[in-house]
């Protein structure tokens, strides 16, 4: 269902998946920088005031993302304090999917080539999703403190393999070496990837393709 709350909460979850703020978005789209700003929601009169056609359509293109991409969104925006984050959507349906810890992900033995869930030794996770919508999601335990701030010691991350990703996206990425780390996707071009890191203590990194193993989208993530 289309509501004022579930529109603008979609565009703030776009602007943080890309790294924005309302208003770094309103400006890369080539709009005023206040047109997303939460004072101007609402008129003075207290009436909702919502975003045109226009300015959504000029958002989607500004960021490469489909109309099915924001309205994968509709649910809100991150939150610390939330039990469930979106990073996509998905049916209101409940399913399980396999959990692994980072540090297990990266022994071996666990993932096929395409980087899909195999072998033995998962465990499992509720998940709020019915797993044959999204063939092959799984679910990362994070462990340590590398991804801070934006995921903490214990917490669920669900990754999607073989799901299409564009730049901004944050991922799950296995280098040949067994080296397993999420982080943003800066750039992918013919022979390298560049990733940013989500923590700054961190340096960013940069890969050529045939040092990847396999990169797969987070789409969830539970905190």
Known sequence: MLSHERIWSALDALAERHGLTASGLARRA?????????SKRRGADGRDRWPSTESLAKVL????????????LFGGARSGTSSGVQEGAFPPQAGTIPLLGFAQAGSGGFFDDGGFPAGQGWDVVDFPAQPAERPGVYALEVQGDSMLPLYRDGDILIVEPGAQVRRGD????RSREGE????VLHRQGPRSVELFSLNPEHPN?????S???WMARIIWASQ
């Open 170 to 173: 944050r991922v799950v990425v």
């Open 30 to 38: 080539g709009l005023d920088p206040t047109a997303f700003n939460k």
């Open 205 to 209: 990194r940069s890969f050529d393709l």
């Open 180 to 183: 397993v780390m999420a982080k």
């Open 61 to 72: 293109d500004a960021t490469g993302s489909s109309l099915d991409d924001f309205i994968g």
């Open 211 to 213: 040092d990847i193993e």
